[in-house]
């Protein structure tokens, strides 16, 4: 089964503000488009995915993900994260209506296109299906095979309102760029242990984070 990705992109000055600890305001933003230029990145070299849409209404992101080959979707809901996600499933199915679809995070810079293939692979057995993060409390990708709802519940306890929902929860091993998400300052040193991609690789040695190789 090939898959259509829906990635959501809050504007990137809003974005990462939990980061605080660990980059300042200037600097967030950048990061958190790193993160999405590494993660689309990622997505679009998996064999297992045909196309990647982001819904964003930053321009500049816009700009920079479209350049990787992201089709960019205009989040004209603007009501939030489950919004932006349930609109962009929809722009996706209008074009092709009998495809399978799965929300993936922005931030996931570690992503390895080998181990998300494993997690949509997988995810094809269930006629909806998630992947918990590394902290075992929220999701970073929620599936749906073709004809199904995504039904996205992202946001607190999401991996318990999405397991709630029925969709089965995919219980994989060595899938850990899939689930490492990026949110704080520990997340981010985690990821770098896993190997991040080049853009959040050359702004996070800036940034001489303790820890990551050369500090």
């Known amino acids: 089964m090939q898959w259509t990705l829906v990635i959501p992109l809050k504007a990137l000055a809003r974005a990462k503000s939990r980061l605080s600890d660990t980059a ?12 999405a230029q590494d993660t689309v990145a990622a997505a679009l070299a998996c064999a297992a995915v045909d196309d990647v ?16 080959g ?15 996600l349930a609109h962009g499933t929809a722009a996706v199915r209008s074009r092709s209506p009998e495809c399978a679809v799965a929300a993936l995070n922005a931030d996931l810079p570690a992503l390895r296109p080998l181990e998300l293939a494993r997690v949509l692979d997988a995810a094809a057995e269930f006629p909806r299906a998630f992947l918990s993060d590394a902290a075992a409390i929220g999701t970073t990708l ?7 709802e995504l039904r996205p519940a992202f ?9 709630a929902s029925g969709a ?15 949110d704080t300052g520990d997340d981010l040193r985690a990821a770098l242990a896993l190997g991040v991609g080049p853009r959040t690789a050359t702004l996070a040695a800036k940034l001489l984070i303790p820890g990551q190789p050369g500090t």
């Open 70 to 84: 992201a089709w960019i979707v205009p989040d004209e809901p603007g009501g939030g994260l489950n919004a932006a």
């Open 53 to 68: 849409a982001v819904v964003t209404d930053d321009a500049l992101a816009g700009r920079e993900l479209a350049a990787l």
């Open 24 to 35: 300042t305001d200037a600097v967030r933003p950048g990061l958190a488009l790193a993160f």
């Open 168 to 182: 089965a929860e995919l219980l994989l091993t060595a899938v850990d760029s899939v689930r490492q998400d990026v």
């Open 155 to 163: 946001g607190t306890d999401s991996r318990a309102r999405h397991r």
């Open 142 to 148: 929620l599936a749906a095979s073709p004809g199904r």
